[in-house]
């Protein structure tokens, strides 16, 4: 029996896309139970609905706080039975709510080798900032911003030419490769993530 996931997103999708196809392997232990977005044109979305997968627009305006808004999106990921969530481009900062009403089971990616560069724009203060070297982390949620333990990492070369898009393309490749492995390991239980 296959763990039930869902993901939350903002915008195209290529790590929920990653996360599909590796849930398509009868050995992964994780499926993707829904797919949620705060964005109606999130091409995600439309992703989700070809791989066969619940596609939920649940918008973040009109509701009275963040909170209640997390609230609602617990809702719907427990209508689905969801065990594990993913933020997968989700540009929203959750809240305790959203957390605690998953037993902290949320993971999350961002594109640098974190402690290093919270937050937006991380590649952009990479190369800012000088670094040789770039990568991305998985993470548990916590209340803090890209604070959670870390799960997995991958490195890569920030070359003299890169570009704000090369750096990008380069490190979105390790993002799809440490994923999927990150969620395999959250649902098998192995977990042993560093505290920082």
Known sequence: MKTPVGVLISGSGTNLAALLDSTQD???PAEIAVVISNKEAAYGLQRAREAG???VFASHRGWPSRE???????????AHRVEWVCLAGFMRIVT????EGMQGKVLNIH????PAFPGLHAQRQ???HGVKIAGATVHLVDAGLDSGPIIEQASVPVLPDDDLDALQARILTVEHQIYPRALRRAVLGELQPTTR
Do not use: C, G, M, N
């Open 26 to 28: 009868p050995h992964f």
């Open 126 to 128: 990479a190369l800012e």
């Open 111 to 114: 594109p640098s080798l974190l």
């Open 68 to 78: 209640a808004y997390d609230a609602h999106l617990v809702e719907i990921l427990r």
């Open 96 to 99: 305790p709510v959203l957390i």
């Open 53 to 55: 997968v619940p596609a």
